[in-house]
């Protein structure tokens, strides 16, 4: 079988232009041109072994903040080593570490490997100043100037009991460290975010000292989004994609917030699917498939491991966002439907509170997002929560789950309809 595919003829010609994490040249940057030579003003500094400045990196998931930062990186590498001076980018994706002792530690790893060195001090059952100075240790002995680049910093909360965030402690030491002298390196930290307010979470001594230059993203549009794939399009061989295919996985990713992640993903599968059935081009068909298939592989993903009252609550969400013009659902009508639901298949109730912080819990998986409204004063305060993927692709996916399954579709619409007019 392995043979048979090898002598199938590919549609696929480059994978790595397909990856959506792959960093490629700044030709193929579309869209980006203020963001890519605002970055590239701020970090240049380094090629005059000076220091950068701080850069806070925000706007929604895909719009090419890490994409600019590990370009303009690369670049300033390249060109440091060419005039003899050690130039580091040390990168790390928050989204996965729960302490700032782990942080710290992941830090010290991605250091030890740009600079073909070793961490000496062990992950765990050392205190966490040990592993600050270990990371100084690595900085201060490869490197002239170093950039810290961390991705997803709002998502390293740490421990509850803390009085600030652990994004913010970590802001913080890493800020001051030139100034108490930890460091004889030149350092700058990019720290990138999707949520727009995290900066307000930061503690007051911990902005005094970070002091970032902000630089905004906003999302990618359909004709942004068009460019970005074209640009890409080389990844395939010549002739094999239909005149059709880009605009519409375009058209799919601009749905879902302008993600170009989406986009270059979406058409990826679409040629992978194409070649998997021996077609000899990728087709709308293919698209079509790719983006169904996608969307329940995430959602299936993220809901297969939570609870059912969690599934409760995403499913009574959804359920209106559906019924919705914009896909938007209110907290307030997002309860009273999950109300109905909890009382149709008995299951415990939880207060509106604890819905909606368990509905705050899943912008952890990227699955939605929110933002506090009002409609004027005796409407009060909620919040408004949007989906990252089609509403429609969520209830299909956890109408899997049993439980869920009791209560019929029709049922569901008409009790979503009825508390929207009520709304209105």
Partial sequence: MLLEFDDQAGLIRDRSLLDPNHVVSENRIVGRDSQLQEVTKMLRVALGDNRPPNLFLYGPSGTGKSLITKAVCKNISQ??????????????????????????YELACEAATEANSEVTVPKHGVATKEKWDELYRIINENFDSAVFVLDELDMLVGRRDKQEPAFS??????????????????????????????????GSRALS?????????????????????????????????????????????????????????LIR??????????????????????QNKVEKNRVLEVVRGISTQKKLCLYAT????????????????????????????????????????????????????FERRSHGPSSGMFLEFQFAERPETILETLQEDSRIDMVSREEVESVVKAQIRSDS
């Fill in 79 to 104: 060109i440091c080593e060419k005039r003899d001076l050690r130039f580091g980018t040390i990168e790390v994706n928050c989204q996965d570490l729960d302490t700032l002792g782990v942080a710290i």
């Fill in 169 to 202: 402690r970590l802001l913080y030491q890493l800020s001051r460290a030139g100034a108490n002298n930890d460091l004889t390196a030149h350092i700058s930290v990019v720290a990138i975010s999707n949520d727009t307010k995290m900066m307000e979470s930061v």
């Fill in 318 to 369: 959804a359920a209106v966002a559906s019924e919705t013009d914009d896909e938007t659902a209110r907290s307030t009508t997002g309860y009273r439907v999950y109300q109905f639901l909890t009382e149709s298949i008995g299951a415990d109730q939880y207060h509106q509170e604890t819905y909606v912080n368990k509905m705050k819990e899943m912008t952890t998986y990227s699955l939605v997002d």
């Fill in 269 to 290: 599968v679409a040629g992978e699917l194409a070649e998997r059935e021996g077609d000899d081009r990728v087709r709308e068909v293919h698209v079509r498939e790719a």
């Fill in 209 to 265: 000292s970070f002091t970032p230059e902000d630089v905004h993203f906003d999302d990618y549009d359909a004709n942004q989004l068009q460019s970005i794939l074209r640009r890409r399009q080389d990844a395939f061989f010549e002739n094999v994609v239909d005149d059709d295919v880009i605009p519409l996985v375009a058209a799919f990713a601009a749905q879902t917030h302008g993600d170009a992640r989406k986009a270059i993903d």
